[in-house]
């Protein structure tokens, strides 16, 4: 349910309790920084914005709409995947 999410690691049971961490990357986006650890699961979220559709800068939100993604464009940009520049005054 987080927005922002696109993978998870599931780790080792430790004391009844296992260990959940969600990120904002995943591996087609950046492999490099994702590193594999002993003990842990990792799984890729099949959301829309593995696709990168938010150009320019803009953060990709995953649901909210009926594309399955809402682009979060910084305050010069508008468009929905922020393609379109504001005209200032």
Do not use: W
């Not at 309790?17 to 994702?34: G, R």
Request: aromatic share 6%; charged share 20%.
């Amino acid at each position: 349910m987080e927005s922002r999410c696109m993978s998870i690691n599931i780790g080792p049971v430790i004391n009844d309790k296992v260990i959940c961490e969600l990120s904002n990357s995943d591996h087609s986006l950046h492999p490099d920084d994702l590193k594999a650890r002993p003990g842990f699961t990792y799984t890729g979220t099949e959301n829309a914005c593995s696709s990168n559709p938010c150009v320019n800068n803009g953060t990709c939100l995953s649901g909210f709409t009926d594309k399955n993604y809402h682009c979060v464009c910084p305050a010069y940009l508008t468009g929905e995947n922020c393609d379109k520049g504001k005209h200032r005054q």
